[in-house]
Nanobody
Framework: QVQLVESGGGLVQTGGSLRLSCAASGRTFSFNAMGWFRQAPGKEREFVAA????????YYADSVKGRFTISRDNAKNTVYLQLNSLKPEDTAVYYCAARTYISTGYLYSPSSYDYWGQGTQVTVSS
């Protein structure tokens, strides 16, 4: 049983910052990557950032590169997403996801992930 629980969303003004957390429990030893995705109303879920669990190598969507940072705390089985210089177009529900070693596909593809959190709302006001 795997559980991913996001927290840290909220309402912030343009240019503000938030830090999202994703606490993982259960078979975390089976993870090889963690990712963050977001979904705005009426839009498809889109890739934001990802990290390989063992190496720490990170990947970002072009739209957030230089503003968002993904990081992890292995001891706490927690992944973070630091959101800086927020824009109204960043408004969405943010989801964390975990991919296991048996999964294949690109890190930026939602279908490559095996487990998902419930999501946390981020709203950026103009």
């Amino acid at each position: 049983q795997v559980q991913l629980v996001e927290s840290g969303g909220g309402l912030v003004q343009t240019g503000g910052s938030l830090r999202l957390s994703c606490a993982a429990s259960g078979r975390t030893f089976s993870f090889n990557a963690m990712g963050w995705f977001r979904q705005a109303p009426g839009k498809e879920r889109e890739f934001v950032a990802a990290m390989y669990w063992s190496s720490g190598r990170t990947y970002y969507a072009d739209s957030v590169k230089g503003r968002f940072t993904i990081s992890r705390d292995n001891a706490k089985n927690t992944v973070y997403l630091q959101l800086n210089s927020l824009k109204p177009e960043d408004t969405a529900v943010y989801y964390c996801a975990a991919r296991t070693y048996i999964s294949t596909g690109y890190l930026y593809s939602p279908s490559s992930y095996d487990y998902w959190g419930q999501g946390t709302q981020v709203t950026v006001s103009s």
